[in-house]
């Protein structure tokens, strides 16, 4: 089993900045990748980023460019930088990791975080 704890979200103004952090413990050798999903008020969960363990990077088409996810090998710990935030991105972010792959929609997704709110404010 692997636990997964966010943290770092909160209310910020349009074109702000948050970092949020996703620590993980437990079987976390036998994960691949790890990534962090949004869902906003009414909408699907959608997928935001994520990173493999060889550092592999991916981005959603709407965040490239002003979001960055990182990772802390040593601490078990990613990390989503979150730049130029724009009020519609106002969801909750989820944590996620798989011994595989993180799909578009999150389904059949191993492990999860309790998810943190980010509130951007116009």
């Known amino acids: 089993q692997v636990q997964l704890v966010e943290s770092g979200g909160g209310l910020v103004q349009a074109g702000g900045s948050l970092r949020l952090s996703c620590a993980a413990s437990?079987?976390?050798?036998?994960?691949?990748?790890m990534g962090w999903y949004r869902r906003a008020p009414g909408n699907e969960r959608e997928l935001v980023a994520t990173i493999t363990r060889g550092g592999s990077t991916n981005y959603a088409d709407s965040v490239k460019g002003r979001f960055t996810i990182s990772r802390d090998n040593a601490k078990n710990t990613v990390y989503l930088q979150m730049n130029s935030l724009k009020p519609e991105e106002t969801a909750v972010y989820y944590c996620?990791?798989?011994?595989?792959?993180?799909?578009?929609?999150?389904?059949?997704?191993?492990?999860w975080g309790q998810g943190t709110q980010v509130t951007v404010s116009s």
């Open positions: 996620a990791a798989d011994r595989f792959r993180l799909s578009d929609t999150g389904s059949h997704t191993d492990y």
């Open positions: 437990g079987s976390i050798f036998s994960i691949n990748v």
